[in-house]
């Protein structure tokens, strides 16, 4: 297991560079410069000077060296969309709404979806199953501003029992939050919904009901149980998928996230900026994957005892 | 006489995870040690054995489906134990198999009639026209109608498919065919006539046949000779009825023991060594001795 | 009061290509102490006949009706599901075929059969446990405690099919079921494990009912046998005067065909064709299309399960 760790980590490391590298080629590669353009085209020299300023006349190679020096001593430059404060100041402020949202999203979508999942279940090919899959399929379906528009048409503007706007005051979330949650939902009531009913194929559970146990105690204890352990990966990439912002439910709801950040660094060519939001997201990545790859054979008797004893 | 198929002395020796859980290690298994057998031009040798006992192992070693570890595999007095694969491909035609689960044998998505025509396919045998109306002959020899060629396997019985396994199996005229387990799928009505199957190709085709089994009864209306195999290695080898007459080795006779006896008189009170007995009882891998004409039995070294 | 009491069952289960109908009715029964086997091929009807006594099947889709299903006087179709999870481990209880995937992986062993103590006798878990030890050496197995705490990755076939019988035995059942135990055993553990049923079944005075498709199985296990095929009953008898003298055609092909049964290399008997369809089984007698004595009647009519001497009855037109 030591060995696994290892050699994963050093993975990591080796994919964090490889992708900075084709990130920052690929940003480069976009024509045009951070200070090109905008409504006020601005003097020929003034805008040398600023590139000078900020090392953008060097050559390719030494802007990357330079930068990703920078990164190793957790230093990412300065915004230039934003030029008051750093990039891990930017990423600090904007992060929070995203988090706060986002993450809520999923962990009050998730465990709403594995009760749909059990429901359909449950009561294979009936009414319930139906409509539970249907709102699934729809949830995964429909693109998650469509259904923020129209949360806030029925919510806000129809019924008129929540604002429009998402946030800096918690009784402001509750809309986004339920765009956040679409997403987790459907998927952990397909997964759910699918995992059970494979659990409750195998012949073990036909042994459990013959031993005489209560249904109630075949399905919590043993069918759950077993259905849950492929569930457990999924969850803390979905977690960092969502928690880190969406671009549509943050422009819908107005909040002020990191989500827009990820495409307007990239309109704006704020190379510090998207440098550093990309490497974060591959790196938490990685670990989400890691982690969850370490989960995975914890609760797996098979892998966590492996050998035979008799 | 040059045997159809011999093996010398062959071992294989696997690394596997040994100790368990999140932290392992490795260590060798040694799943089957100094292995020598040979199959006779026009005859049956039995290979029989329970699960782990390697007889599957030694079976894909002869096919060269895996490579041995040490020792030697002579196809018809040559050795291809170290070819590559090009130089391999004329043995492939020479030694054919049957395996135990006939569904999964055969490709779903083909017709029998493509299937049972695919080796010619393969080694460039004839033309097209040739090659179905060669499957659709032996469909008709191993008892199936002509007219099942347009059919797909799942629309058969188990016994139907082994017999789809076996034409194509026979289509090429190996010399050597190796069957691992082909009845123990089957119901027992259906065995009798799969095993009357292979017994009369045998003799049409003068055939070789290497049978792997953990079924003794079966063993016994088919085969000349049998090898005994536990914890991989051969421990008895001798004409059939000799290990049914007089068995010598402790683990032949647990074999022996365990098989149900219908006849109610001729049941008498046995007492079934568990696996720890047996062990002990047989000792370590030891070295085969002549204990009588043809009759090999392992002794402690 | 007959211990198990089935006259009359029959299952059905509606599917896209037809109904297939895997028991046609079958009649038997066992008394206290009794042992009976049921011995037939696949598509016989075996299991599904023991699995709808049990009430074991998804119904819908399965459809089952008798004119009797009674398992130690309790009416098993008429009973409720809580009814049924009590007698289920308790009044009567099974024995798998696969052991290797009877088990649920997550748990141990000695959990599982704790479960089962403590669900019908309550309790408990540190007693049941103990129990549930005792009942490891019951069986035979050498080192319990260490059992009680495996997985049952960790253990071997003939390992798991003992920790089954103790936990099928762990409430003192009236009535032992066992579906083909054996199977998937090696040859000798097989003979050790019907040793040891055989003898927990006498010991503990139960009915005993063996699911299998190997007569010599049946030979050295039960004291009658039913012989089923095409989903009804072809014959039935106690077990020396069937292999003696056997009446049905099927059953004197059965025992004909069965390689080993004489020394040296021989062709066998053959039984030609193959078993019948359940989702198209053929009008008349079951066996009719295999059969070498069957005529005009039995491919037309299926014969009544009769009395053809006592204590032992059949169903075919020849033998009435």
């Known amino acids: 297991m030591t060995g696994f760790i290892l050699r994963r980590l050093l993975s990591i490391t080796v994919t964090f560079f490889i992708v900075s590298l084709l990130i920052f080629l690929a940003m480069h590669s976009i024509p045009g410069g951070p200070f090109d353009g905008g409504d006020m085209p601005m003097p020929e020299a003034v805008r040398a000077t600023l590139m000078e300023r900020y090392g953008l006349d060097q050559p390719l190679y030494v802007q990357y060296a330079k930068y990703m020096w920078g990164v190793l001593h957790l230093d990412f430059g300065i915004p230039f969309q934003s030029p008051g404060e750093t990039v891990l100041e930017l990423i600090g402020r904007a992060w929070v709404p995203s988090l706060v949202l986002g993450g809520l999203g999923v962990l009050i979508g998730a465990p709403l979806g594995i009760l749909l999942g059990m429901a359909a279940a449950l009561n294979r090919n009936s009414w319930i199953d139906y409509l539970a899959s249907a709102f699934a399929t729809l949830g995964l379906t429909i693109p998650v501003f469509v259904t923020s528009m129209g949360l806030i048409l029925i919510f806000a503007v129809w019924l008129n029992w929540f604002p429009a706007s998402g946030w800096p005051e918690p009784e402001k979330w509750v809309l986004p939050i339920a765009a956040y949650a679409t997403i987790p939902l459907a998927t952990y009531a397909r997964y759910t919904r699918s995992a059970m009913l494979d659990t409750l194929n195998r012949p073990f559970v036909t042994v459990l009901r013959a031993k005489g146990l209560s249904e109630r105690r075949i399905i919590f204890q043993h069918v759950l149980r077993n259905a849950a352990l492929p569930m457990v990966t999924v969850f803390l990439p979905m977690f960092i998928g969502t928690a880190t912002g969406s671009i549509f439910v943050e422009a819908m709801f107005r909040v002020p996230g990191m989500g827009a950040y990820f495409v307007s660094s990239i309109r704006t060519r704020d190379y510090p900026l998207e440098m550093a939001l990309m490497l974060m997201l591959t790196v938490m990545f990685c670990l989400a994957y890691l982690i969850s790859d370490i989960l995975y054979a914890w609760l797996n008797p098979r892998i966590r005892f492996g050998g035979r004893k008799g | 006489m040059t045997a159809a198929l011999e093996l010398r002395a062959i071992s294989k020796v696997y690394q596997l995870r040994s100790g368990g859980g999140l932290f392992a290690r490795y260590a060798d298994h040694v799943a089957v040690r100094d292995v020598s057998l040979a199959v006779p031009r026009n005859g049956i040798v039995g290979l029989v054995g329970e699960s782990g006992s390697g007889k599957t192992t030694v079976g894909m070693m002869a096919l060269r489906l895996t490579e041995p570890t040490s020792g030697q595999i002579l196809i018809g007095g040559d050795d291809v134990t170290r070819l590559g694969p090009a130089a391999l491909k004329p043995y492939r035609r020479r030694v054919q198999v049957v395996f135990q689960d006939s569904y999964s044998a055969l490709d779903p998505m083909f017709t029998l009639a493509q299937i049972v025509a695919e080796p010619l396919h393969v080694h460039g045998v004839g033309t097209a026209t040739d090659q179905t109306g060669q499957a659709l002959d032996w469909l008709e020899r191993v008892g199936l109608h002509r007219s099942y060629g347009q059919r797909y396997p799942h629309e058969l019985s188990g016994g139907q498919r082994q017999r789809v396994a076996i034409a194509r199996a026979l289509i090429l005229r190996p010399d050597v065919l190796v069957a691992d387990e082909p009845t123990s799928a089957l119901d027992v009505s259906v065995k009798a006539q799969i095993i009357n199957l292979l017994q009369d190709l045998q003799a049409e085709m003068g055939l070789s046949i290497l049978f792997i089994s953990h079924d003794l009864s079966v063993v016994r209306s088919l085969t000349d000779t049998v090898a005994v195999m536990w914890a991989g290695r051969v421990v008895e080898q001798a004409p059939t009825e000799a290990i049914f007459a007089g068995a010598r080795h402790p683990y032949t006779r647990a074999l022996l023991d365990a098989i149900p006896v219908t006849n109610p008189a001729l049941r008498h009170q046995r007492r079934f060594q568990t696996r720890e007995e047996l062990e002990q009882a047989a000792g370590g891998p030891g070295r085969l001795r002549e204990l009588a004409p043809g009759h090999l039995v392992e002794v402690p070294a | 009061m007959r211990l198990v009491e089935i006259a009359d069952l029959v299952v059905s289960f509606p599917q896209d290509e037809g109904v297939v109908q895997a028991v046609r009715g079958v009649s038997f029964h066992v008394d206290a102490g009794e042992s009976l086997g049921i011995v037939g091929e696949s598509g016989s009807g075996k299991s599904v006949t023991c699995m709808a006594a049990l009430r074991l099947l998804r119904e819908p889709p399965a459809r089952i009706s008798a004119t009797a299903l009674t398992l130690a006087g309790v009416a098993m179709l008429r009973a409720s599901r809580r009814d049924l999870a009590a007698i289920r481990g308790k009044v009567a209880a099974m024995v798998f075929q696969d052991p290797m995937t009877a088990f649920d992986p997550v748990f141990t062993i000695g959990h599982q059969i704790a479960e089962t103590i403590i669900a ?201």
């Open chain 3, 120 to 320: 019908h006798q309550g309790g408990a878990k540190a007693a049941a446990m103990a129990q549930a030890e005792t009942l490891l050496t019951r069986v035979e197995i050498k080192n319990p405690a260490a059992i009680l705490r495996a997985y049952p990755h960790q253990l071997s076939g003939g390992m798991l099919q003992r920790a089954m019988i103790a936990m099928a035995l762990s409430c003192r059942p009236q009535i032992l079921i066992a579906d083909e135990p054996t199977t998937a055993l090696d040859v000798t553990v097989q003979a050790q494990i019907l040793q040891l049923i055989k003898a927990l079944q006498a010991e503990l005075g139960m009915g005993l009912i063996m699911i299998t498709h190997d007569l010599g199985v049946i030979a050295e296990t039960v004291d009658r046998v039913v012989v089923m095929y095409g989903g009804k009953v072809m014959e039935q008898g106690p077990v020396a005067a069937i292999f003696d003298a056997p009446r049905h055609p099927y059953t004197v092909a059965l025992l004909g065909s069965m390689p080993g049964a004489e020394p040296g290399r021989r062709r066998l008997v053959e039984i030609p064709g193959a078993s019948p369809n359940p989702a198209q089984p053929p009008p008349g007698c079951p066996f009719h299309p295999r059969c070498p004595q069957a005529d005009a009647r039995c491919a037309a009519e299926m014969p009544p399960f009769r009395a053809i001497a006592p204590g032992r009855d059949a169903a075919c037109w020849r033998l009435q």
